[in-house]
């Protein structure tokens, strides 16, 4: 075993590691000013980024838990390893060879991280040569290609084979010079019945599962052999290593975190193949689980990169089967949506296919029309519940509501609640009033806050009510920037005092000084705060991002006019009443236009 590393090699590989870059691997940054970056701290839970890296100095420091140091420290921390492990992965990261004295003390293990990823690396490269085959590979070739995909495909995702051996992966790392407590160690052998070292894997599809920087680090295997040959599980994944840690994976993140940081999204699917499947039709923001449910670990993954810390950033979309197991996951993931910020959206293909099996059946558009046809979780969520209702009787839509008004009360954006109430009474057709009571009355079982409060209690880090707020700051400090203030809905702005600014802001000629001098005591705090408070943009303000804000603002106003309109449609005899629900018709018509129209400025698709 080697000793101790040389002190003059530790400093190179501190002095030569971009914390900035290397920190960019786990945590999305963007810039902060004065030479600094900052993000979502990845030690903590926080809304806010105060996680902070001044790569000139080569530290990070989180003013929220206080966690800091320089990079070393930021791998130590992050990945759970010695001293040692990481000076020898930094120094792979970049190439550098170190050297270690015979004498000396060491926290070198015997077995360390770089050795593990190395024989992982090597079990992958033997995997895909198995693929290509003649014999028993044959079978691992069927299956890929009765899944839609090619050898380019297979070669892409870097898809192996695992021989119908008892030990041929066993015997090709060993020759390579790893031991039997290595293998061991990084699930790749096991001992047998005998005491033999045998393969994990054999007859198997394999796909490497690599960590956010691109370590292969494990394995899932799916079996090909018939349930009376191999009694295993149909999906084997690698059992928990120092290095595999599946809480906190997720298959196709390495190289999906560009995208998913760029584009503000990720769309989680279910399987290995679905992310392949994904990825080719080009939704290049898919990513999966590793044989275990989505937590609170994936989640705090995904918030980093999405940089999820306010209201106009990002959307999560999960994919489910059509099935009853898929909408069970949905409602689980009802509960998990609230730890989210950005919005989330689940979509699920009306013939109850999965990606893979839509893009077999319909080819790349199939896919991407999926995720285009997303909705957002909770309507999917009350939907799968209403249902299993007879909602033509009066018993079967009080029914509904019962269940129904929890899940409303359990959400935690108390904007989004009334959404809610006024469009579960249009699906069901009753009185917006009746479903208000019922899910009151939920709500103050559960102590949830309730819509309108007053106030001195609202949440003002509350998502639409920070819209509200920046597209009020827009308008007092580049009023320039905003052309169509005459056109955003009346009831734009739901939280009180931004509604008196907006109507003093109407009634005015624009100029601040003159809105200070006429407004209410009460106001002119407001008035001033939303003058100096910095506007929550990079560098300077752009007109996309004022664009952007303003029109989402009346998207969420027109939603609302939308659901107030299908409300009373709903409950209008088209018959009896021809003219009103001709013309209320033509205004939803018309609602759904705009709407769209100011869906695709808010995304900046037509700015």
């Known amino acids: 075993m080697a000793g101790r590393i040389r002190d003059e090699d530790v400093t190179y590989v501190r002095e030569h590691s971009a914390i900035d870059e290397v920190v960019a691997d786990y945590v999305q940054l963007k810039n902060a000013g004065g030479g600094q970056k900052k993000g979502l701290c990845p030690f903590h839970d926080e809304k806010s980024p105060s996680f902070h890296v001044t790569p000139s100095k080569g530290y990070f420091h989180c003013f929220g838990c206080q966690t ?110 790893y031991t039997q407590e290595e293998l061991n160690t990084a699930g ?10 045998i393969d994990r894997y054999r007859n198997r599809v394999i796909w490497p599962v690599k960590d956010i920087s691109g370590d292969v680090v494990g394995f899932g295997a799916r079996k090909l052999a018939s349930d009376e040959v191999d009694q295993g599980p149909k999906y084997l994944n690698t059992s928990e290593t120092p290095i595999y840690k599946k809480s906190q994976l997720l298959y196709g993140l390495d190289v999906a975190k560009k995208e998913i940081a760029k584009k503000r999204q990720v769309v989680i699917v279910e399987g290995y193949t679905d992310v392949m499947a994904a990825h080719l039709a080009g939704i290049t923001t898919a990513v999966a689980t590793c044989g275990t ?12 990169l999405l940089m999820d810390d306010d209201a106009f ?57 999926l995720i285009a046809r997303r909705v957002p979780l909770f309507e999917f969520a009350i939907k799968s519940v209403i249902k299993n209702y007879d909602t033509t009787t ?43 009571q019922a899910v009151k009355r939920v709500a103050g079982k559960s102590n949830t806050p309730l819509p309108n409060v007053p106030a001195g209690q609202v949440n003002l880090k509350d998502p639409l009510l920070m819209l509200e707020r920046e597209v009020l700051k827009a308008k007092l400090q580049v009023p320039e920037m905003i052309a169509d203030w005459s056109a955003l809905e009346p009831l734009a702005f739901t939280y009180p005092p931004y509604a008196a600014l907006r109507s003093a802001i109407d009634n005015g000629d624009g100029d ?41 603002l009346r998207e969420v106003a027109i939603s609302r006019q939308i659901a107030e309109i299908k409300s009373t449609l709903q409950r209008l005899n088209p018959v009896e009443n021809e003219a009103d629900y001709t013309q209320m018709f033509t205004e939803l018509v018309a609602l759904e236009a705009t709407k769209r129209v100011q869906k695709e400025l808010a995304i900046g698709e037509s700015v």
Request: charged share 30%.
């Open 313 to 369: 950033r990002g959307e999560v979309i999960f994919t489910f089967d059509g099935d009853a197991a898929g909408q069970k996951a949905a409602l689980r993931a009802f509960d998990d949506d609230q730890k989210f910020v950005a919005q989330t959206f689940v979509a699920v293909a009306s013939n109850g296919m999965d990606p893979n099996e839509l893009r077999q059946t319909g080819g790349d558009e199939a896919v991407r029309d």
């Open 512 to 552: 601040t000084n003159k809105l200070l001098e006429s407004a209410p005591e009460d106001y002119k705090h407001l008035i001033t705060e939303l003058t100096v408070e910095p506007i929550r943009t990079d560098g300077e303000v752009s007109d996309r991002y004022v664009v952007s804000i303003f029109a989402r």
């Open 68 to 177: 800091g140091g320089d990079v070393i420290a930021f791998v130590m921390k992050m990945d759970h390893i010695t001293f040692t492990e990481t000076i020898e992965r930094l120094a792979e990261r970049i190439g550098y060879q170190l050297r270690y004295d015979e004498t000396g003390s060491s926290d070198r293990p015997s077995v360390n991280r770089s050795r593990l990823v190395a024989a992982n690396t090597a079990a992958m490269k033997f995997y895909q040569e198995q693929l290509n085959l003649p014999g028993s590979a044959q079978a691992g070739r069927d299956f890929i290609q009765k899944k839609g995909f090619t050898k380019a495909d297979c070669d892409q995702f870097q898809v192996g084979y695992a021989p119908d051996e008892w030990d041929a992966l066993t015997k090709h790392l060993t020759a390579l010079g």
């Open 394 to 436: 009066p018993e079967g839509r009080v029914s509904a509501l019962n269940q129904v008004a929890p899940l409303i009360g359990k959400i935690k954006d108390s904007s989004l609640r009334p959404e809610y109430i006024r469009s579960l009474a249009g699906w069901l057709g009753m009185d917006t009033d009746t479903v208000s």
């Open 293 to 304: 449910a989505f937590g609170d670990d994936h989640i705090r993954v995904i918030r980093r």
């Open 188 to 197: 790749l052998s096991k001992e047998s019945a005998r005491g033999t070292q």
